[in-house]
């Protein structure tokens, strides 16, 4: 079992910026991939990133191209998702999961955490 924690969300204005961090625990030598995945009210869960585990390969939806940047401290076996020129469309729980390919599909993902809630005020 892997368990994933997320912290760093929280209200931020139009424009602001936001870490999130996902932090790993229990058979973390299993992990391959992080995914970080969105989900807003009334929406279907949607792909943000992922970052493979030697962060070799990494991907991102195109609304999150030159926004948002997914990285990896593998001592520290959390991942992280800086977000920047946020805006209300990006209004989301936004959860951090784990595979073992790299992949942009959330059933090919096998540990999830529990979400963490960003809120963009314009």
């Known amino acids: 079992q892997v368990q994933l924690v997320e912290s760093g969300g929280g209200l931020v204005q139009a424009g602001g910026s936001l870490r999130l961090s996902c932090a790993a625990s229990g058979r973390t030598f299993t992990i391959y991939t992080m995914g970080w995945f969105r989900q807003a009210p009334g929406k279907e869960r949607e792909f943000v990133a992922y970052?493979?585990?030697?962060?070799?390969?990494?991907a991102y939806a195109d609304y999150a191209k030159g926004r948002f940047t997914i990285s990896r401290d593998n001592a520290k076996n959390t991942v992280y998702l800086q977000m920047n020129s946020l805006n209300a469309e990006d209004t989301a729980v936004y959860y951090c999961?784990?595979?073992?390919?790299?992949?942009?599909?959330?059933?090919?993902?096998?540990?999830w955490g529990q979400g963490t809630q960003v809120t963009v005020s314009s």
């Open positions: 970052i493979s585990r030697n962060a070799n390969r990494i």
């Open positions: 999961a784990a595979t073992n390919i790299p992949t942009m599909t959330p059933r090919e993902y096998f540990y």
